[in-house]
């Protein structure tokens, strides 16, 4: 399970705003802090939180959950070219990626278990 703490503090570093294991500076850390309130109302408003939004997202999640925060968080964040399109890579254009990897997570393919009928 993942925290939205532990969740800031990845994107960031997926971002390379921050080495991996050195703490955010706070003006980063609101910021991204606000990518994750985003990301998050927009996989409720789909359906697809499946965790409270100050509680721990499942793990298989994660990535994906990032890839997105990632993707908003360039909006505002200079990332080199290099890193946008690893981010562009992992999340699609629009999250679309990202969100179709959670959505085969969150909800699997439905198998009838109803016999068909004969008549």
Do not use: C
């Amino acid at each position: 399970m993942t925290t939205k703490a532990e969740a800031v503090q990845l994107t960031a570093e997926f971002m390379r705003i921050v080495p991996v294991g050195q703490s955010l500076q706070s003006q980063h850390d609101e910021r991204i802090k606000d990518s994750y309130d985003w990301t998050y109302a927009r996989l409720k408003n789909r359906g697809l939180s499946v965790w409270a939004s100050d509680g721990s997202m499942p793990t298989e999640i994660t990535p994906h959950f990032i890839a997105l925060m990632a993707l908003r968080a360039s909006e505002y964040h200079g990332v080199s070219a290099e890193v946008y399109q690893k981010i562009l890579l992992k999340a699609g254009g629009d999250g679309s990626e990202a969100e179709r990897q959670i959505r085969s997570l969150v909800r699997p393919s439905y198998e009838s278990t109803e016999l068909p009928t004969d008549y």
